[in-house]
């Protein structure tokens, strides 16, 4: 675990998360666990990318860590997420807590906005306060090469026996995932533990060159080509092959074009349903407007809505009950012979008679 420091601000005595002495303990324990820069992790054999204010997240574990029962660890991430301090992703094998807001109550400087901070900054010890600072710049200072042959947790054994581990171990993985071709994977590993001074630029270059080789591993298959295990385009450095990265460029090139196309094809599409919904209002608009007419106004209605429409709406008014106040001529008009509903009025005298 990196050495730091988190910020607890003053304002969080009036969220009333204090009051739940379980909850303002789980608060903490989140804003400790939680990364302050990007990097990656591994879960089992899994390589998660986590962004600042993120962290992985077990009930167990947390259990386990904070001495509270599972269910009161769910009740505090449940409340949290209601007043909006973090979110969750979750997986089936574990879940992803995210921080709302956690570069702007978490960011790190070694200036301070308040007098009264630096009144009782100005009281420290000078060798605390500069090893704050140079701690702060050693976290944001860029590093074009990391240590990637750190221990870890996880430990992979190569053919000849050999420790793949720590951020090695991780690149490595993620090298495996996009060359796609999974077989020979411990020969892979020496392979991987034999490029020197390995950095991060040169792991994003061998990974996109990856993937190029194995979107055209089936283009190679059909033209009777055998395509490189891992092992033997490792060892080749293949990923410096200048078709690859020509065949890379084009690749991005053709979809950063198909991509401009989708956006042009999705906002013709939402214009296209912005009119239909223009239509349809204006369309029950017009029907709402007639069913409010009365019979004087019904007689005016010829050339001004279709007879289709109009034959509809005269249909409405016979199912509520209304027959009385339409006149003959407008069924006469409208509603052809066999669509004439009875007059029970009329209907009713004449069984008497």
Same mark, same amino acid.
């Given at each position: 675990m990196d050495q730091g420091y988190i910020k607890l601000w003053r304002k969080s005595l009036d969220s009333g998360l204090m009051q739940n002495p379980n909850l303002w303990f789980f608060w903490c324990w989140c804003l400790l666990k939680a990364s302050h820069k990007r990097h990656k992790q591994m879960v089992g054999m899994q390589v998660v990318e986590l962004?600042?204010?993120?962290?992985?997240?077990?009930?167990?574990?947390?259990?386990?860590?904070?001495?509270?029962?599972?269910?009161?660890?769910?009740?505090? *991430?449940? =409340?949290? /997420? @209601?007043?909006? !301090? #973090? +979110?969750? %992703?979750?997986?089936?094998?574990?879940s992803i807590i995210s921080i709302v807001n956690w570069d702007t109550y978490q960011q790190t400087d070694c200036k301070s906005g308040q007098q009264s901070d630096q009144q009782v900054t100005s009281k420290r010890p000078a060798s605390d306060h500069k090893q704050e600072c140079k701690n702060v710049r050693i976290n944001k200072?860029?590093?074009?090469?990391?240590?990637?042959?750190?221990?870890?947790?996880? *430990?992979? =054994?190569? /053919? @000849?026996?050999? !420790? #793949? +581990?720590? %951020?090695?171990?991780?690149?490595?993985?993620?090298?495996?995932?996009?060359?796609?071709?999974?077989?020979?994977?411990?020969?892979?590993?020496?392979?991987?533990?034999?490029?020197?001074?390995?950095?991060?630029?040169?792991?994003?270059?061998?990974?996109?060159?990856?993937?190029?080789?194995?979107?055209?591993?089936?283009?190679?298959?059909?033209?009777?080509?055998?395509?490189?295990?891992?092992?033997?385009?490792?060892?080749?450095?293949?990923?410096?092959?200048?078709?690859?990265?020509?065949?890379?460029?084009?690749?991005?090139?053709?979809?950063?074009?198909?991509?401009?196309?989708?956006?042009?094809?999705?906002?013709?599409?939402?214009?296209?349903?912005?009119?239909?919904?223009?239509?349809?209002?204006?369309?029950?608009?017009?029907?709402?407007?007639?069913?409010?007419?009365?019979?004087?106004?019904l007689a005016d209605l010829d050339g001004f809505i279709d007879k289709q429409d109009l034959s509809k709406m005269l249909r409405q008014r016979f199912n509520r009950g209304h027959r009385g106040m339409l006149r003959q001529q407008f069924i006469d008009d409208f509603l052809p012979e066999g669509a004439r509903p009875l007059d029970r009025g009329k209907r009713l005298s004449s069984e008497q008679g």
């Open positions: 962004q600042p204010g993120q962290f992985i997240f077990g009930r167990k574990a947390a259990s386990k860590d904070l001495g509270i029962s599972e269910r009161k660890i769910r009740t505090c *991430v449940e =409340k949290l /997420k @209601k007043l909006q !301090n #973090l +979110t969750t %992703k979750p997986t089936n094998r574990y200072k860029p590093s074009s090469k990391s240590n990637f042959e750190g221990d870890g947790s996880e *430990v992979y =054994k190569t /053919k @000849k026996k050999r !420790n #793949l +581990t720590g %951020k090695r171990l991780i690149s490595f993985l993620e090298f495996w995932e996009a060359f796609g071709y999974k077989s020979g994977k411990a020969e892979a590993a020496d392979a991987w533990l034999d490029i020197p001074e390995l950095t991060d630029a040169l792991v994003d270059r061998i990974c996109n060159a990856a993937k190029n080789e194995n979107q055209n591993r089936a283009q190679l298959k059909s033209q009777g080509k055998t395509p490189k295990m891992a092992q033997g385009w490792l060892t080749g450095r293949r990923w410096e092959d200048e078709a690859c990265q020509a065949v890379g460029e084009a690749r991005a090139q053709a979809e950063g074009k198909a991509q401009t196309r989708r956006v042009a094809e999705d906002a013709a599409l939402a214009q296209n349903q912005a009119e239909q919904a223009e239509r349809s209002k204006a369309v029950k608009a017009k029907q709402k407007a007639v069913e409010a007419l009365t019979d004087d106004q």
